[in-house]
């Protein structure tokens, strides 16, 4: 985040269950807090619906997608 200009943009994912959705918004937002920067979130996506989301089987959703603009 350090390197990206304050009203650029961030695109990170991560694609495997093992790290939870709250997991990785808090991993983003600890980094933004260490870089003194703010965030303003652009889109937050998951899988394409032909992977389902099944809600009592946590390795069903694995895809977490972010952009976010750094000021």
């Not at 961030?10 to 980094?31: G, H, Q, W, Y």
């Not at 998951?46 to 992977?51: C, E, I, K, P, W």
């Amino acid at each position: 985040m350090r390197l990206t200009k304050p009203g650029g943009f961030l695109v990170t994912a991560s694609c495997t269950n093992l790290v939870p959705p709250d997991l990785f918004l808090k991993t983003i937002e600890m980094a933004a807090k260490d870089a003194k920067r703010k965030l303003r979130q652009v889109t937050w996506q998951t899988q394409a619906s032909d992977h389902p989301i099944v809600w009592h089987i946590p390795s069903t959703q694995y895809l977490k997608f972010l952009i976010v603009q750094v000021l």
